[in-house]
């Protein structure tokens, strides 16, 4: 018999209960924990992500050596630690989701993708033993709707996320079974028409800034 292995966000029924909203389960695999999220984002919330980052992109980068990649095409920028109010009542907000503290969260980031542009698949945590204080999950944010293309894609798992504005997908990858963290290999497909703007966060195991 397999024990199931504990997961970090608890879900009972079919939503879930932050500080200052419901947020309803559109869908769900149980292990690794993967949810598909509705109004995570207000629309306007969303408009304002964008507002806030679009003179700041920059050809996206990928891994610790933030090394420029053809694997991730795009553009990307970081918003600053407690960028204003609404940003911190929202990081606030995607901590209590998320079920860890906010002291765990890297700077939320903004990116976007043209028609032709993609982030193909990948895994999010970091595989040298040597990083102590690894990634855990992700939430990815869709903050426009994409006319055609851009879905997450689970390649292992069969399975792809249409972007929504104001959808999330969570993930979680923390577990001792290996094989489980590497079923969340995913990507971004290529934006075949439109274009695609998205917020991600991730939390690491252990505290990562001041709050």
Same mark, same amino acid.
């Given at each position: 018999?397999? +024990? #199931?292995? *504990?997961?970090?966000? *608890?879900?009972?029924? /079919? ?6 909203? =419901? ?27 964008i507002?806030l ?12 050596s #933030? ?14 630690? /407690? !960028?204003? !109010?609404?940003? #911190? ?5 995607? =901590? $209590?989701?998320?079920? +860890? ?12 993708? @043209? ?13 040298? &033993?040597?990083?102590?204080?690894? #990634? ?7 903050? /426009?709707?994409? &006319?055609? $293309? $851009? &879905?997450? +894609?689970?390649p ?11 959808? =999330? +997908? ?28 998205? =917020?991600?966060?991730?939390?690491? @195991? *252990? ?5």
């Open positions: 018999m397999t +024990v #199931r292995e *504990q997961s970090i966000v *608890q879900v009972t029924g /079919n939503t879930l209960r932050t500080a200052d909203r =419901a947020i309803p389960i559109l869908g769900k695999i149980n292990e690794p924990l993967i949810l598909i999220l509705e109004h995570v984002l207000s629309h306007a919330e969303c408009d304002a992500l507002g980052a679009r003179e700041r992109m920059r050809r996206a980068r990928t891994g610790r #933030r090394a420029l990649s053809d694997v991730r095409t795009g553009s990307g920028a970081f918003l600053e630690e /407690n !960028e204003n !109010e609404w940003v #911190r009542a929202i990081e606030l907000r995607l =901590a $209590g989701l998320m079920g +860890v503290p906010a002291a765990h969260a890297e700077p939320l980031q903004i990116l976007h993708y @043209r028609p032709g542009e993609e982030y193909r698949p990948h895994l999010d945590y970091f595989t040298a &033993e040597q990083v102590a204080n690894n #990634r855990i999950s992700t939430l990815v944010m869709y903050l /426009n709707d994409v &006319e055609e $293309g $851009g &879905e997450t +894609v689970f292992a798992l069969r399975f792809a996320v249409t972007p929504k504005k104001g959808n =999330a +997908v969570y993930f979680e990858y923390f577990y001792s079974d290996p094989r489980l963290n590497e079923l969340t290999l995913h990507g971004g497909s290529p934006v075949a028409a439109g274009e695609k703007w998205i =917020a991600t966060q991730w939390m690491r @195991r *252990q505290r990562y800034r001041e709050l």
